[in-house]
């Protein structure tokens, strides 16, 4: 089983069990078919749970797991990172990756110049940002097509075209 990472609780929300999820997804229907989340602070270590309710919002979703019934255990799961089957989600479009294939993943410019690797991404609205690390060295990266240029997972390479100032050697 191939976990995703989709979310990481944050707080509950009513007195009813339910928790609020800061969302990793880009489009809240990659749940659909989806009946069972893991939750806890490592995937190792993480409960499962059968998912009730899902209510997408913007950036925020709402769960209700099943056997977290009242706002203490709610509260609980404050914290916890949340995951999915991901051969339960639904299929990915053409040029879309789960940020964790992309951790990791070696950067290099348009002439093939190492710039270092994938350390995290985070979402602004707009678009993600992938920041590269290098040493002390770090590029933010939006992930727009005229700067992330290819992205070959059997290579584990991104090619970035850089904008002016973005980065100096």
Not at 22 to 47: H, I, R
Not at 79 to 99: C, F, N, R, T
Request: proline share 4%; hydrophobic share 40%; glycine share 10%.
């Amino acid at each position: 089983m191939k976990l995703i990472e989709i979310g990481k609780v944050v707080r509950s929300q009513g007195l009813k069990g339910r928790v609020r999820v800061l969302s990793y997804m880009q489009s809240p229907d990659a749940l659909e078919g989806v009946s069972d989340l893991l939750v806890g602070a490592t995937s190792v270590d993480a409960k499962q749970y059968r998912l009730d309710v899902f209510q997408p919002g913007a950036g925020l979703v709402v769960l209700k797991l099943q056997g977290v019934d009242d706002r203490d255990a709610a509260d609980g799961l404050k914290g916890s990172h949340v995951w999915a089957d991901a051969e339960k989600m639904k299929p990915l479009g053409d040029g879309e990756y789960y940020w964790s294939d992309l951790m990791g993943l070696d950067v290099v410019d348009e002439n093939d110049e190492p710039l270092g690797r994938i350390a995290s991404i985070f979402p602004t609205g707009s678009n993600d940002v992938y920041v590269c690390k290098n040493g002390d060295r770090e590029i933010m990266l939006p992930a727009v097509e005229s700067v992330i240029k290819k992205i070959d997972l059997k290579r584990r390479v991104i090619v970035v075209s850089l904008p002016e100032g973005i980065f100096e050697r």
